[in-house]
């Protein structure tokens, strides 16, 4: 039997997401809600991102666009902390867009 | 939970008991990781910018929600603290209450039954010695709620033990500065790249910050904005007079970041040569741009010639000087906040 992953090997394979990005490219206008970020920085993004997804409904995607580089790996780590599901993100030339998706037994604040 | 080594294991010893862990983490615009975030800073690819609380929340699966407290904090805490002053303007007696207070709110609302923090008695000369810790306890009216699971054993017994929640015999009795005994805990639980230990997480008790506070303070009054408390982190401030006062960028990611400000105030810059961005606060006199061109001449690439063009835009007018760098550093060092 294999040994469980450790919490952090599973953080470094989850910034990567689980979705690829042709994948998430479809999701830019099929997302339930998005969340806008630019602008701003640690830790206002994940405020913002926090708020929101308290509102969203199990299985519903929430679109962050960023500008604050950092938001690559406190998403994944926010997602893994809640239990929430992290797609993966998009970068373009002037900001970023991440997409996670509300999981079932998430954590609600 | 700051995401540092001592809330870090504190958090995985109560997992580790069994207890069901909802992290807090406080939001009060001195974060000094804030600032290598805004600066985008790239020195160390070993150290990518994060929230640490947000990565320890991952490496623990604790959810961590971040509160954000800035609006009050500055009003109630670093202006009127009741406790007084550190060595710079750090209220850390009056911080500890007021984010206990909110952790007790969260906890009464929530259905949690006590707040804990990887507080180690006897570590930070200010709130960490046993009569502050006990005042701390009582003025968050938490009395018997509140566990330091890494000093309990030399602290009195609190309710969680004495009610069978967790076993007193499975907490632990740290004090003092060292931190070889939660390296070692941190080694024992799997805890893999924390943030270096004894690294300060907040700006107020930066001496430099503290001045440059002070000063906005004393000539601006408590009409603060975050805008007004991240610029007080980057840069060099000098006064030139009760209303007006230049912040001089020390390097290309400090004018980057300096340029986002630049629309609501005045700039002086030079594009003859490597140059900072300075902005201008306040209405400055005609005297007083002349001075703010010299300053910013004598920080640039052109500090050795005898005159040096330099760019400015106030209150919407561009113009030009022609001026020689200011070369005495003592009339520098005069008016530096």
New interface residues.
Partial sequence: MSEPQ???R??DAYVHGTLDQAELAKLIDACALTVDALGT????P??RT?NAMAGLATGDIAMILAD???IE??L???C????NEYLGVLREERQLRAFIRRAQGA?Q? | MSGGLDSTIAANLMQNLGIEVL?I?F?TGFCV??RH??L?NTNNPDK????DA??A??????????I?IKDRYLPEVVLAPKHGYGSGMNPCIDCRIFMLQRAKEIMEERGYDFVFTGEVLGQRPMSQRRPPMHMIEKESELEGLLLRPLSAQVLPATIPEERGWVKREELHGIVGRGRQKQMLLAEEF?L??YPQPAGGCCFLPDKNYARKLRDFLTHNGSNVDSDDMMLLKVGRHFRLGDDVKIIVGRHETENDFLERFREERGSVWLEAYSSPLTLIEGPASAADLEFACQITARYSAGRAEAEVPVLWNVDGHDGQLLVRPLSEDRQLDEIRI
């Fill in positions: 450790r919490p952090q599973r953080l920085f640690c830790p206002e994940l405020i926090q604050d580089a950092g790996l406190d994944p780590a926010w893994i902390s809640t239990k954590h604040p | 992290g983490h939001s990781a804030d975030r805004l985008g990518p910018y994060r929230n947000l990565h929340g991952a490496q623990l699966e604790v959810p961590v929600e971040i954000d799997g893999v790249d």
